[in-house]
């Protein structure tokens, strides 16, 4: 009797072995599976609310936009802003949502809501770049986000991209910050969805209406990460974008580094790759991307070598939140925003710094068409870019002043305090930056 209720147990023993074995190996298959499906669609958890949440717009053909140009007269002559929306024959304009959507946002949101809260984006980094390996202790971050009336789908893309393409143990914070903005969607129903992200992201809200310089102040203020990023609120950040700025900054705290900015094309919000290229300038203080010479890329880290940029585009960047400090942050006399790029790009050269684009970082930016409030733009960068000219030129405003000289007698506000902050850093002359830093910028006979 003994003998048979010990191979009972046994026989009983064997049995649940094998089932646990067998619901072992179903789970781990199950696993696998959701981490291929994870890998194709995103990160769950913002999946998991971004499809019981979001609003399903109707399907809408929209033809693909023209690139327009917008030409000078002469060289000599200001850009006028125009718009760049250019419609092909078949565009039905009886879509008013469509339209509104444009003039509001800058570009297509009814596409902007279709896709969602999170997509893939391609990986557009050369094959150099994905073969490349950081050290395990990097910088933290703080990702500063401003926005104001930003169209909701794309803001929360821009979040979770970050959320599911950054490592978390670089990852301190995202700080965003509401500049005021009047859409409802932007209230209460952001206050809901930003709780799958608590504890990641601080969300402050302006009791009225600062620009983006004073609001990216208030941004850094708030935050503790050795590192600040300054990020648009309509991007998508492509596969390991942040470490290769946070390396450059580890060897060099005084590198302000920027990503090699793809583009979400404005009518599509298709996901296109940029080429490699540098920021520039012209006289008229309007920021360009200039090629990059074919020489700069031939060493051997070739197409993923750093690449020295005279300027930046301003709306996404990397810098030590310490070097950020001394070097005086922004120019809190300008207004809203243009012309702040290029301020602090001079200010970073000039004053022992130094700016490059890491082309193994990749961040997708819309890049929004403005079809409202031209006149008061244009007004906003004129106003920056005299207090540019009058603080860091030097002789050489003369050259602005020669393409715009109605701006000459123009008010620009006291720069006094900026001034001052120059002598103290002990910075170099704007002929030092010419010589050194961007040649090219060639300066009329009659000034130099």
């Not at 980094?125 to 794309?154: D, G, Q, W």
């Not at 979770?160 to 500049?179: F, G, H, R």
């Not at 990641?200 to 935050?223: C, D, F, P, Q, V």
């Amino acid at each position: 009797m003994r003998n048979v209720i010990i191979q009972s147990l046994l026989c009983a023993s064997l049995t649940f072995g094998i089932w646990i074995a067998v619901f072992s190996i179903y789970l781990h298959y199950n696993h696998v599976k959701k981490q291929e499906k994870t890998q194709e669609k995103g990160n769950p958890l913002i999946w998991s609310l971004g499809e019981k949440l979001r609003s399903k717009a109707d399907s809408v053909h929209i033809p693909r936009a023209y690139n327009v140009r917008v030409q000078r007269a002469s060289e000599d002559e200001p850009a006028e802003p125009k718009s760049l929306l250019r419609l092909g024959e078949n565009f039905n304009y009886s879509i008013p949502e469509l339209i509104h959507g444009y003039s509001t946002y800058g570009f297509n949101h009814i596409i902007s809501k279709n896709l969602g809260h999170y997509r893939s984006v391609p990986d557009t980094r050369n094959v150099m770049c994905r073969k490349k390996t950081y050290p395990a202790r990097l910088p933290t971050a703080s990702i500063i986000i401003c926005f104001h009336n930003e169209e909701f789908s794309a803001l929360f893309r821009t979040l979770s991209s970050i959320m599911a393409l950054t490592s978390q143990y670089i990852l301190e914070e995202i700080i965003l910050v509401d500049d005021m903005s009047d859409f409802d969607d932007l209230k209460e129903k952001l206050d809901y969805h930003l709780e799958i992200f608590r504890g990641k992201i601080k969300l402050i809200r302006n009791k009225k209406r600062e620009g983006l310089i004073r609001a990216r102040m208030t941004g850094a203020s708030h935050a503790s990460g050795d590192v600040l990023v300054f990020l648009d609120s309509h991007c998508e950040v492509n596969k390991v974008w942040l470490e290769p700025l946070l390396n450059a900054i580890a060897r060099d705290p005084k590198m302000v580094v920027c990503p090699l900015i793809d583009v979400i094309d404005y009518m599509t919000l298709e996901y296109q790759p940029s080429p490699i290229v540098r920021g520039a300038f012209n006289w008229h203080l309007e920021f360009k991307w200039d090629h990059v010479l074919s020489y700069e890329t031939e060493g051997p880290e070739g197409p993923t070598t750093p690449i020295r940029s005279p300027a930046m585009a301003g709306g996404i960047f990397a810098i030590s939140r310490h070097y950020f400090n001394e070097i005086g942050q922004y120019d809190k006399g300008m207004n809203l925003w243009g012309g702040e790029n290029l301020e602090l790009s001079l200010r970073i050269w000039m004053c022992g710094g130094q700016l490059y684009v890491i082309p193994c970082s990749r961040v997708g930016h819309i890049n929004r068409q403005h079809m409202t409030n031209h006149s008061e733009i244009m007004k906003v960068v004129e106003y920056n870019n005299l207090r540019l000219a009058h603080i860091w030129l030097d002789e050489y405003k003369e050259e602005f002043f020669l393409r715009r000289p109605a701006l000459k007698s123009a008010a620009y506000g006291n720069i006094s305090e900026r001034v001052e902050l120059r002598k103290r850093l002990g910075c170099k002359s704007f002929q030092w930056y010419l010589d050194t830093i961007f040649p090219e910028l060639e300066a009329s006979e009659t000034i130099s």
